[in-house]
């Protein structure tokens, strides 16, 4: 294992620090915790997300006006505590209530609603909105159900800017399980990621295998095979999306090509170009289009696609602008 860090066991703590020392203009630590929040003030229904470590910028990027208002970096691959998520929730309640935008994993989900429950306890009103946009495969490790993967981010933009417009907590739950319904995604993995503490990768690929459907947590896709052509790689995941959509001529997606950590925006740039020509020869509209390293797995290399169903008023909301470090 080769990596830029002191020891294993710091790399969450370093990296926090970090973080908050290099966009001050962004971010402050809440101290004592992994928690950072907005640096500005604001006057909105809080937007708490967060989750293990080692996705990033996922989730401590997307904090800041017109996204998040504070993120929980729990350990690697590894869900916040409850207190944490409790302390996230407080450092940005504006007497508003907070929205919480959960991963579909077990443990997340666990520990968000436990702290919804000790938030409540404080008269704090919080609700939840579940992302389970990965279509690769049903129920996976530490999943019942779908995965959240790099369709969150998609959320985290959406109902970001609609707090900022003033939507209260209730609204914004109710539209943000219409949206998360409208987003899809599937990814491919060319190797595995190595967390630090473990020193070895989760799984291994030969030099000539890729494998659609990988998790963000290396968790199993549905199929193993020889590394195919970056057309081939598209022809594959554009039909998984075609079924779960039934899109008709004239529909109009927005398009976000996700890197996983280790692949070159070379690469991911064919692979969108890949992809947009598929939807076209199906007649349809790309109104929307995102491509860069946004939700990843430490260093594993590959790539997913994510398509979100547009109407104006998402491709407004995806378009308004942010002050955030990653969008």
Known sequence: MKKIINQPQDVVDEMVAGLVSAYPDYLVQVPETLVVARSDDFDQVALVSGGGSGHEPSHAGFVGDGMLSSAVCGQVFTSPTPDQIFEAIKASDKGKGALMIVKNYSGDVMNFDMAKDLAEMEDIEVASVLVDDDIAVEDSTYTQGR???????????????????????????????SL????????????????????????????????????????????????????????????????????????????????????????????????????????????????????????????????????????????????????
């Open 180 to 327: 998360v319904a409208d987003i899809k995604t599937i990814g491919v993995a060319l190797s595995g990621a190595t967390v630090p503490e473990v020193g070895k990768p989760g799984f291994v690929l030969d030099d000539d295998e890729m494998e659609f459907g990988v998790g963000i947590h290396g968790e199993p896709g549905y199929r193993r095979e020889k590394i195919k052509t970056s057309r081939e790689m598209a022809e594959e995941v554009v039909s998984k999306l075609k079924a779960e959509y039934n899109w008709q001529e004239g529909e109009s997606y927005g398009l976000f090509v996700n890197g996983m950590g280790a692949t070159p925006l070379m690469e991911l740039f064919i692979y969108f170009n890949d992809v947009k020509a598929l939807l076209a020869a199906d007649g349809i509209e790309v109104g929307f289009s995102k491509v860069g390293n946004y939700m990843t797995s430490l260093d594993m290399a590959g790539a997913s696609v994510t398509l979100i169903k547009l109407d104006e008023e998402r491709l407004r909301l995806l378009n308004e602008p942010v002050h955030t470090i990653a969008w």
């Open 147 to 177: 995965r959240g993967v790099a369709g969150t981010v998609l959320v985290h933009k959406i109902l970001g800017a609609m707090a900022r417009e003033g939507k209260s907590v209730s609204e914004l739950a109710d539209y943000g399980k």
